[in-house]
């Protein structure tokens, strides 16, 4: 069996949050989503997360896709580790890591517990140059690990070892469980520390190794908002690295922000300042142009984004949407549409051919096809208390700053005039003129003008 231990009971003082620490982003994902999602990729066989401050939240998020544990106080990590008691009479192995461990890749811990078959503990472990607060990995004379000293025990001498434990345990499950009964308080921090295992696995001769890290910054967790970003800029350059071998054009990496699980089809262009999140989908010849914020949306063939937000909707093949349009909450745009200045468009179903240029509000509503919107209209959906739909049928005409007072239908290949406040539903073929008549009076405006005022 293969299973994992997820520690995520601390409260991250360093953050300076009132978030819990493992709920904070890295491209729009909570670090604790992507560690799970990343695990589940290589058929853990049960992942248990072990919580505590602000537990609630991350189950809310995590829900039934793991199992969980409860450190209610944080007395250190073998204890929180201790609390995985449905894993107690398993056996197989066990990979025991931090909730802040976000960028692991799937095929590093394909490696991982590759690598450990014929081990009772593998340790991670890196070699850098300026170790700081990190634990050093100490070693005998033999050069065989002796056990790990966290850096506030370090002696001068041990302070130079540039080899840092990285945190991360692969251990046979049932000699863990056997000795954690044997772990004792750290006398500085008063708190029962995972990093005791190496010794004691050690003395009772058991087979140890560490796997060197070619790239630590994958396995490091994170501490402050510092480390966030260093983080975050080491997840985007990998993305953004792979989306261009797959032959996507990204004219500025750096300037770029794509989540991991996104899918963007070759031939797709993103310009600078972008920011691609979620379930989304590029599709093959699409143009994101800069100032773009696309999230959980899927955009067609050929279709051009000009800095504008998508969120939570489709936008079909050959369409153009912007600039500074707002599409949001489930709306389906069709194909070979124009939707452009501030044009913003909730829950609509906007169907092929149809327009929309310019400054126009369009929530809860069906269009057909080869319909135009005139510039500023309004669908008024909203009474103060319910929404309303309003459905415009195929090949109807919309004039320039009209209202259309849901619920209500236009129909097909109808006309509703400039400026209609339009509450009534309009026959196919119709016209609609919901306005009062003008009134010119001849010289008003001269006098008006010239009057003196008082």
């Not at 799970?36 to 248990?48: A, G, P, Q």
């Not at 450990?116 to 607060?133: F, K, R, Y």
């Not at 910054?217 to 690295?241: K, P």
Request: proline share 3%.
């Amino acid at each position: 069996m293969k299973n994992a231990i997820v520690l995520a009971a601390g409260k991250g003082t360093r953050m300076q949050s009132n978030k819990n620490k493992v709920m904070h982003e890295i491209l729009r994902k909570p670090m604790i989503g992507m560690l799970v999602e990343n695990l589940k990729k290589v058929d853990i066989d049960k992942i248990v997360v072990v919580t505590g401050h602000q537990k609630d939240e991350i189950e809310a998020y995590l829900g039934d896709s793991v199992d969980y544990a409860v450190q209610d106080e944080q007395k250190g990590t073998a204890d929180a580790v201790a609390k995985a008691t449905q894993l107690k009479d398993d056996s197989g192995s066990t990979l025991i890591l931090f909730g802040d461990a976000a960028l692991i890749q799937p095929d590093t811990f394909t490696q991982l517990f590759d690598a450990h078959e014929g081990h009772d503990l593998t340790i991670m472990s890196a070699q850098v140059l300026e170790p700081g607060n990190y634990r050093r990995i100490i070693r005998d004379n033999q050069g065989q690990i002796d056990h790990i000293v966290d850096f506030r025990n370090l002696t001068d001498s041990e302070r130079n070892i540039q080899e840092i434990s990285l945190g991360i345990f692969c251990v046979n499950n049932e000699l863990l469980f056997k000795y954690l009964p044997e772990f004792k308080d750290d006398t500085n921090t008063e708190e029962i520390n995972l990093t005791q295992l190496v010794k004691i696995m050690k003395t009772n001769g058991h087979k140890i190794q560490s796997l060197r890290a070619e790239d630590y910054q994958e396995f490091m967790g994170v501490n402050d908002r510092f480390q966030l970003n260093t983080s975050m800029r080491w997840l985007q350059e990998r993305i953004n690295a792979q989306h261009m071998y797959n032959g996507v054009t990204i004219i500025s990496p750096i300037d770029t922000y794509i989540g991991p699980d996104v899918i963007i089809e070759p031939d797709a262009t993103i310009y600078p300042n972008t920011h691609i999140y979620g379930k989304s989908m590029i599709r093959s010849g699409a143009i994101i142009y800069p100032n773009s914020w696309i999230e959980n949306a899927t955009i067609g063939e050929n279709t051009t984004i000009d800095s504008s937000r998508i969120t939570d909707s489709i936008v079909g093949a050959q369409t153009t949407i912007g600039p500074n349009a707002h599409i949001r909450m489930h709306s389906d745009i069709g194909n070979k549409v124009r939707i452009g200045n501030f044009v913003e468009m909730k829950n609509v179903i906007f169907e092929d051919l149809s327009r929309s240029a310019h400054l126009t509000y369009l929530g809860d509503a069906k269009v057909g096809k080869d319909v135009n919107i005139g510039c500023g209209v309004v669908t008024a959906n909203y009474d103060g208390k319910n929404k309303y739909r309003t459905e415009i049928g195929s090949g109807s005409f919309i004039g320039s700053h009209s209202t259309l007072i849901a619920p209500v239908t236009i129909g097909e290949n109808a006309l509703v005039a400039a400026a209609s406040a339009v509450s009534d539903d309009v026959e196919d073929g119709a016209m609609a003129i919901a306005r009062t008549r003008q009134e010119t009076k001849p010289g008003y405006g001269e006098r008006f003008k010239n009057k003196e005022g008082k």
